[in-house]
């Protein structure tokens, strides 16, 4: 069964730390796609990436990067030199081959102060 | 592109009624809608698929008889939880796929949800 694992339930940093957030996932699909979304305060969900199961490259976009480890089944995002603008819950999800179906870690949710 | 938009964002509302939460792909067409619940501080789950023309598949749990799904446009679908109570008090968020996708990064367009709150 699929399944995502968002250990870390909340986290507190200082403005421009950097901090990792971590992603585990299960799933018996040879194919798969995971997600990053973030959840401001408002609610709505921001796309942030999406990378293939068959794609292990890792990326970077500005202050933020992945690393996408099959051998450990992990999904982690990193950002660097955190802002206050960060400050929202994180999800990591994953979806089987059609798309169709989404499933969502439970949140990470971050706190960066000034 | 790819704007989905949902309607209302926040209702509040006594026991017993029924609300009717609308999702619209304003430029795009959706062959498939999803809808998500979201308790505070937890995550989402998928209530319910629906596909243009045909009746809704709900996920294990879900009664389908309390939240009506109607899919009747390419463009537009909409939930409605009736007899509302509060244990029907959550976060909606509802999501449109494009006709055709596989190769857009973003194979789900959300909306930006509906705070529901009953009395």
């Known amino acids: 069964a699929q399944k995502v694992t968002q250990a870390q339930t909340e986290i507190s940093v200082v403005e421009k730390e950097d901090v990792t957030l971590d992603c585990v996932y299960e799933?018996?699909?040879?194919?798969?796609?995971l997600f990053w979304y973030k959840q401001p305060p408002s609610g709505e969900l921001v796309f942030l990436i999406r990378?293939?199961?068959?794609?292990?490259q890792n990326e970077i976009s500005g202050r933020y990067s992945w690393n996408f480890q099959k051998s450990t089944s992990s999904f982690n995002f990193t950002i660097t030199a955190s802002q206050v603008v960060d400050s929202a819950v994180y999800f990591c999800?994953?979806?089987?081959?059609?798309?169709?179906?989404?499933?969502f870690g439970s949140g990470t949710k971050l706190n960066v102060k000034p | 592109g790819a704007v989905v938009s949902q309607h209302p964002s926040r209702v509040i509302c006594k026991s017993g009624t029924s609300v009717k939460i609308e999702c619209r792909s304003l430029?795009?067409?959706?062959?498939?809608m999803f809808w998500y619940r979201q308790f505070p501080k937890q995550s989402l789950m998928l209530m319910a698929t629906?596909?243009?023309?045909?009746?809704?598949?709900?996920e294990q749990g879900v009664e389908k008889d309390k939240f009506l799904i109607n899919h009747a446009s390419l463009t537009l679908s909409t939930l409605t939880v009736t007899s509302a109570h509060p244990e029907d008090s959550s976060f909606y968020i509802c999501?449109?796929?494009?006709?055709?996708?596989?190769?857009?990064?973003?194979?789900?367009?959300f909306g930006d949800g509906t705070r529901l709150s009953i009395l």
């Open positions: 999501s449109a796929r494009e006709r055709g996708t596989g190769i857009s990064n973003q194979p789900q367009h």
């Open positions: 799933t018996r699909d040879t194919t798969y796609y």
């Open positions: 990378r293939n199961s068959f794609d292990e």
């Open positions: 999800a994953l979806s089987e081959n059609n798309f169709n179906k989404f499933y």
């Open positions: 430029d795009f067409q959706a062959t498939t």
């Open positions: 629906s596909n243009e023309g045909s009746k809704a598949t709900y």
